[in-house]
């Protein structure tokens, strides 16, 4: 059997580094993604080495491809054929902010096709692509156990009107999350939704203040801010076959804040 091999996308920095190491540290080979970065920084790079040893170049593979365009997503794919020859876990993790905070009344059309396209079409056929090919592969390998993990936002349910084109795209990834489940569970694939609340990361840090002030005014029943490794230690649960009756469920990250209370 071949040592099992994941993709995350958007896994340069944040919270997609973190599962990437921490499926590093559970001896996955690792597809990492980035849009805008050429190579990874040598500080990515020693702390693969620390975790795979000597022989850490030839566990783990960069590439550079923006999942929102369709020739970015089948290069993606076939280099990830080409390099590993098999993929057991897609994370669906890359995502951006808008542009800028605008009220929804004055919000451009131009930011809004940008955000749904990175964040949601661009993962909506990135997973039907290796869809595909995960039912291709239980075919042909032997205690093939694939999982497809969607890292999704408490915006899916939690209104933000400064910047609706964002929590519009996470609500679709919640949906997309329940079509795939429900579409794949005859091949023995699970789809799941991680929801994230309020994590320590270069996206929150703009808007640092603004949370800091929240969490103190009693927001989130656990008082604290989220890390990027806590997001991580979810995937590891999944994939690890502890929920093995499942599909199609939310795993809440967020520190309680999905409760509704009085």
């Known amino acids: 059997m071949g040592e099992k091999v994941a993709l995350i996308t958007g896994s340069t920095r944040g919270i997609g580094k973190a599962i990437a190491l921490e499926l590093a540290n559970m001896e996955y080979l690792i597809a990492i993604n980035g849009a805008s970065t050429n190579h990874l920084p040598k500080e990515y790079i020693d702390e693969l080495e620390r975790v795979y040893g ?3 170049k030839k566990k783990f ?7 929102s365009q369709k ?3 089948k290069n993606l794919v076939e280099r990830i054929k080409k390099e590993f020859k098999r993929l057991d876990l897609l994370i669906n993790n890359a995502g951006i902010s808008p542009p800028e905070r605008r009220d929804i009344l004055e919000a451009s059309e131009e930011s809004f096709e940008e955000v749904l396209k990175i964040n949601l079409q661009g993962p909506y056929f990135l997973t039907r692509d ?6 291709n592969q239980k075919k042909e390998l032997k205690n093939y156990n694939p ?3 969607n890292i999704s936002s408490v915006s899916s349910f939690a209104s ?5 084109e964002y929590c519009i795209s996470k609500a679709g990834i919640s949906m997309m999350t329940k079509l795939y489940a429900d579409r794949l569970a005859e091949f023995k694939i699970p789809v799941f939704e991680i929801q994230p609340g309020i994590i320590e990361t270069d996206m929150t840090l703009p808007v640092k203040g603004k949370y800091d002030e929240l969490i103190n005014q009693g927001i989130l029943p656990i008082k604290r801010w989220g890390f990027p490794d806590e997001v991580a230690k979810a995937v590891r649960a999944i994939v690890s076959g502890l929920l093995p009756y499942s599909t199609g ?4 990250i967020d ?3 999905h409760l509704k209370r009085l």
């Open 249 to 252: 469920d939310i795993i809440h």
């Open 147 to 149: 999982y497809i993990i």
């Open 130 to 135: 290796i869809a595909n090919w995960m039912i």
């Open 54 to 56: 000597r022989n850490y």
């Open 255 to 257: 520190g309680g804040f």
């Open 71 to 73: 020739i970015d997503r």
């Open 160 to 164: 933000s009107p400064n910047r609706g």
């Open 61 to 67: 593979l960069y590439i550079q491809a923006d999942i």
